[in-house]
């Protein structure tokens, strides 16, 4: 089977197309895909899940068709439907091989508007948007957001759920390049991040959104009003993550609430997001496909800042 493998440490690694790994043979209630595109998501090359799998094959975001099912399987897919997922980090092989074993609840039907590439990008940062919007944080109708690297993948779903289903006062943070894109997807405001004074004339937001992290997320504090939250997805984590201490910026604004997540899978919450993608209400992500038997020219472009379009490896050429 062809797969992508990230071989060596997280400090010194190398992607490699590997043709000898074996095909998965699903078992209980599994379902095995077969992957016509996968997504990239670089920072995933420092997560610790990845050196631990047992045959290092990277990536969570798939869209494929159903090529059999587990002895246990008793739910509604049926072979050769179109599907998407995001496989849990924590699955025995990623998502970049011409097969991969899938759980139920990882599983929705694929968006039938778009293409196979298209649906691979959306998984992680449509369950990103929504689970930190209306799992995390529940915010109000009409709340005021700022949300920074809004022109990535995850910040163009957090710019278009928050618009469309909370009709949210969306500030965003990008290139001025992004400007156009941003404003038609439902930002209100474009920020350009390159004015290194940007947050000064930002204020009481009732939620930050953030996937950038560093000296950004730093920034952001001072635009949240006293009750609001910060929210952060970034890779790498803040150093208070996973319960490693409090945000010093506590010291200045000690109302304000804190957030760092880490993904789950969810199958229900995709499926809704393909039928928004299907009746117009959510666009598809800006992406650029990669046979695969370029994946080292993927993940290098995947790495750069500033791409327009997510990377998306396919296994199965579109017809």
Not at 27 to 55: C, F, M, R
Not at 233 to 247: C, L
């Amino acid at each position: 089977m062809k797969a992508i493998q990230i071989l060596g440490s997280q400090d010194d690694h190398n992607v490699i197309l590997s043709n000898s790994l074996p095909r998965p043979i699903p078992t209980g209630n599994q379902v095995l895909i077969k992957v016509h595109a996968a997504g990239i998501t670089a920072d995933e090359i420092i997560w610790p899940e990845l050196y631990a799998s047992p045959n290092r094959v990277p990536g969570h975001d798939i869209s494929g068709t159903v090529e059999s099912l587990g002895s246990q399987y008793e739910g509604p897919l049926s072979l050769g439907q179109n599907v998407y997922a995001m496989i849990d980090a924590e699955a025995p092989q990623g998502g970049q091989a011409e097969y991969v074993i899938a759980m139920p609840n990882e599983i929705a039907i694929k968006p039938s508007s778009i293409s196979h590439a298209e649906a691979a990008a959306i998984p992680i940062p449509a369950l990103t948007a929504w689970e930190a919007l209306f799992k995390r944080t529940n915010l109000d109708h009409g709340s005021k957001i700022l949300v920074t690297g809004a022109s990535g993948a995850v910040g163009v779903m957090f710019v278009q759920i928050a618009k469309k289903l909370l009709s949210a006062e969306v500030i965003a943070l990008a290139s001025t390049s992004s400007n156009t894109m941003l404003a038609e997807l439902g930002a209100n405001q474009v920020v350009d991040y390159n004015n290194l004074n940007w947050h000064q004339g930002i204020h009481d937001v009732d939620a930050v959104f953030d996937t950038v992290g560093g000296e950004i997320l730093t920034k952001t504090w001072s635009t949240v009003k006293k009750s609001g939250i910060v929210v952060t997805v970034a890779d790498p984590a803040p150093k208070w993550a996973f319960g490693r201490g409090q945000p010093e910026e506590l010291q200045d604004h000690p109302e304000v609430r804190w957030l760092h997540f880490i993904l789950s899978p969810d199958g229900d919450t995709l499926s809704r997001v393909a039928s928004l993608i299907d009746d117009g209400t959510l666009k598809p992500i800006p992406v650029v496909a990669f046979e695969a038997e370029r994946a080292i020219e993927a993940w290098k472009f995947a790495a750069q800042r500033g791409r327009k379009g997510k990377a998306v490896l396919e296994f199965v050429a579109e017809k």
